[in-house]
């Protein structure tokens, strides 16, 4: 069975800590995507990368970086944690070129507090 | 910018029963495609259904189908025969394509409540 794996399911971190968000895919997929889940707004896309060692931002991507040096992982890096970066995050991945147009692999989510 | 809405943060069906869910969209595109996506309590996202805008006919998937009205840019679901395990939040999406790859904009979802 194809998976998108984050490796954790629920975190919670302090203000100013530098938080990893990790994301593995097995579908050897070209594209991934982080995005943020919040009540009343949908998913938002932070960034995202069509190939390894490249990344392009996303609607909301202030306060993120991202990091991918192998094909399989797509790394969310919060800098200095706030209070307003509380929220699911959540992984994805697509094939490229019309492939991508049957959508998206999503992990499970990483429900992030931070305090 | 692309933009996809969801006018029904809620909406409730009894067991067995049809429900509705919908959605609007704004683009000035021609070719792209409409997702609707399911996320149950175990947060895991599924896909229902996906259609593609030059293609006149609604997409069908068992008991899921839409009602796409391009000129009207709306893209609802319609859920038949309402199930338990259809409870779960839905979301609409956008895909455009890209040279570069595609990105997929969400509207702000319709949490569907199937009671007994």
């Known amino acids: 069975d194809v998976k998108v794996t984050q490796s954790s399911r629920y975190l919670v971190k302090r203000t100013g800590e530098k938080v990893f968000l990790e994301c593995v895919q097995d579908?050897?997929?070209?594209?991934m995507f982080w995005y943020r889940q919040d009540p009343g707004l949908g998913l938002r896309l932070i960034y995202f990368?069509?190939?390894?060692?490249?990344?392009e931002k996303g609607d909301i991507p202030e306060g993120y970086s991202v990091s991918r040096e192998k094909k399989e992982r797509f790394s969310l890096i919060l800098e200095s944690a706030s209070t307003n970066q509380t929220s699911m995050y959540l992984c994805?991945?697509?094939?490229?070129?019309?492939?991508?147009?049957?959508?998206?692999?999503f992990g499970s989510g990483t429900r992030l507090t931070v305090v | 910018a692309q933009t996809v809405t969801q006018s029904q943060p809620e909406m409730s069906v009894q067991e067995a029963e049809t429900v509705t869910l919908s959605c609007t969209y704004d683009?000035?595109?021609?070719?792209?495609?409409l997702f609707w996506y399911k996320q149950p309590p175990s947060r895991q996202m599924i896909l229902v259904i996906r259609?593609?805008?030059?293609?006149?006919q609604n997409a069908t998937e068992n008991r899921f189908s839409v009602n796409f009205q391009k000129a009207a840019k709306s893209f609802s679901l319609k859920i038949s025969d309402s199930q338990l395990g259809d409870t779960a939040m839905y979301f609409c999406?956008?895909?455009?394509?890209?040279?570069?790859?595609?990105?997929?904009?969400f509207g702000e979802g319709t949490q569907l409540t199937v009671n007994p």
């Open positions: 994805a991945s697509s094939s490229e070129g019309k492939l991508a147009n049957y959508g998206y692999t």
């Open positions: 579908m050897d997929h070209e594209n």
């Open positions: 990368s069509y190939d390894v060692k490249m990344k």
């Open positions: 683009t000035s595109e021609n070719n792209y495609y």
């Open positions: 259609q593609e805008a030059y293609k006149q």
């Open positions: 999406a956008f895909m455009k394509w890209e040279t570069s790859g595609s990105r997929l904009t």
